[in-house]
Structures are given as structure tokens and as C-alpha cells.
């Protein structure tokens, strides 16, 4: 039953790419209004299908198939709020066509996970790896927001504005929701990092392992915390800003594809973005 339904949401949000697609080359308050009638129903089924699914897989760890699902479903539910927000609806033609792309594996990959371990099923497991989740949603909004200031500003040094130009938001504003995504998506690791050290120090038979996955995570936590303060103290903005921020999330998506058991709450568990 959760699959047909994330099939029925993954069908809705393929359409809503298409209809913001449309608006960016013609905008129409018809499209943007549609498209968030379909991203919002296809939240709906989602979300069912997820319940539905932490029931199933209780006591079992999530596999990389329900990490994409996941993460697809919190990367809508963050743009929809943004587009409620700030009526933006133009940023859906760069995320929703991400979105489906995140999802599309989520559907295909199969295969069950093995049960946890009785010292893992500690009650701040599902923190964990939902804030894992949401920090990558974040920072993968982010860096989209990120393409669209650097195709904006080029557009601006060449004095060639054309279609993108007249259809983006302003450069103050995207470097803007830039900061806040980023701030938030770091708020989200941080606390992910601190979750995943309690679990080593405190479940029986857990210890550091310190792999590469680890070391990606830890280096992008790294560049996210130098961009913050960048941002905060050297009043940092623009274009190397929007680089920084791509960089920062491919280290988080390294980590994350990496991570085939998603809620492993060992020290290689810092995989976990």
C-alpha cells in the first residue's frame, strides 16, 4: 500500500515539475497555483505511505530505499512552505524536478534491513536520523538556490538579461534565503553530530570508526560552520558564498549515499549528514 501511494505522489510532484517548468518560461499565476495543489497532495499520499512504513520497519533500521523517500518528501515540504512564504513559485522549476530525482530510487531500490540491536533503540533514534534528513533537505535547497544566484549574477555581469533574468528573484533575495536554508541545514547537522556521539558513547559494543564517510561528514560540518561565520562576522556574501554552499552539500551527499543503513547510530554512523 505505502508503495502505490509513493508511486500516486511521485506521479503528482512529476507534473508539478512540468507545470514549474512552464512557469518559468511563462508566468502564470494558473500554473504556480496548480503546481502547489499537486505538491501539496502529493505531500499527502507521501506522508501516509511514510507512517505507514515506520510501522512496518519498526524496530529496523532505514534502509538507503527509505532515505531518498524521506529525504524527497522533506525537500518538498520545505519548498512548498517557502513558496507559501515568500510566493516564489519560480525556485519550483530547480526543485521539483530534484525532488522526483531524489524519489525515483526510493521506488526502484528494494530489500529489508536487518532488526537493530536492543541497545540502539534508544527514543532520540528518530531525532536523529530526522534531523539528518531535514539538515540534507536544507543544505540540497540551498545549494539549488545557490545555481540560481550564480546563473542570475552572470546574467547581471554580462549585462545579457534574458529569459532567467526576468524570471528569478533578486540577488539580494536569493543570497538571502541562501543564509537562512544554510543556518538551519547547519543547526539540523550539528545536532545530528551530537546525536550520533551520544549513541557511540552510550549503546554496548558501539566505538569511533573513523572511515571516510566520517570524515566527509566532519568536513563538511567543517565548511559549514567557517560559511556561517564568514556570513556572521566577515560579512561574507554573493557568488563565493553560493560555491561554498554547493561544496558543502556534495560532502553531505557523499556521506548520505554512502550510508546504506541510514539509522546505524555508531560512530560510522556520523556518516549520517
Known amino acids: 500500500m505505502s508503495h502505490t501511494l509513493v508511486s500516486l505522489a511521485c506521479h503528482a510532484y512529476g507534473i508539478a515539475a512540468v507545470l514549474y517548468l512552464a512557469y518559468l518560461v511563462r508566468q502564470t499565476e494558473a500554473l504556480a497555483t496548480v503546481g502547489r ?78 532488526p537493530l540491536p536492543p541497545g540502539v533503540r534508544q527514543p532520540l533514534l528518530p531525532l536523529h536520523i530526522t534531523l539528518a534528513l531535514l539538515g540534507l533537505a536544507a543544505f540540497a535547497i540551498a545549494a539549488g538556490v545557490g545555481v540560481m544566484y550564480i546563473l542570475m549574477e552572470r546574467q547581471v555581469k554580462a549585462k545579457r538579461f534574458g529569459l532567467l533574468f526576468s524570471r528569478l528573484p533578486s540577488l539580494e533575495f536569493l543570497d538571502t534565503l541562501n543564509r537562512r536554508l544554510v543556518v538551519w541545514g547547519f543547526i539540523a547537522l550539528s545536532v545530528t553530530l551530537a546525536t550520533g556521539a551520544f549513541f557511540v558513547t552510550t549503546a554496548p559494543g558501539l566505538g569511533w570508526n573513523w572511515d571516510g564517510k566520517v570524515i566527509a561528514t566532519l568536513v563538511a560540518w567543517a565548511v559549514f560552520a567557517a560559511l556561517v561565520n564568514a556570513r556572521i562576522f566577515a560579512g561574507w556574501r554573493g557568488r563565493r558564498v553560493a560555491l561554498l554552499t554547493m561544496a558543502g552539500f556534495c560532502l553531505v551527499l557523499v556521506s548520505f549515499l554512502s550510508s546504506y543503513d541510514l539509522a546505524a547510530p555508531t560512530a560510522a554512523a556520523m556518516r549520517l549528514p
Do not use: C, W
Open 37 to 114: 495543489v499537486l505538491v501539496g497532495g502529493g505531500l499527502a499520499l507521501h506522508g501516509v505511505a511514510l507512517f505507514e512504513l515506520l510501522g512496518v520497519q519498526e524496530g529496523r533500521p532505514v534502509g538507503l530505499a527509505q532515505g531518498f523517500s524521506a529525504l524527497a518528501f522533506l525537500l518538498l515540504a520545505i519548498f512548498l512552505a517557502l513558496d507559501v512564504r515568500y510566493r516564489r513559485p519560480v525556485i519550483g522549476a530547480f526543485l521539483t524536478p530534484l525532488a522526483v530525482t531524489v524519489l525515483i530510487p526510493g521506488l526502484l531500490l528494494q530489500g529489508g534491513q536487518a
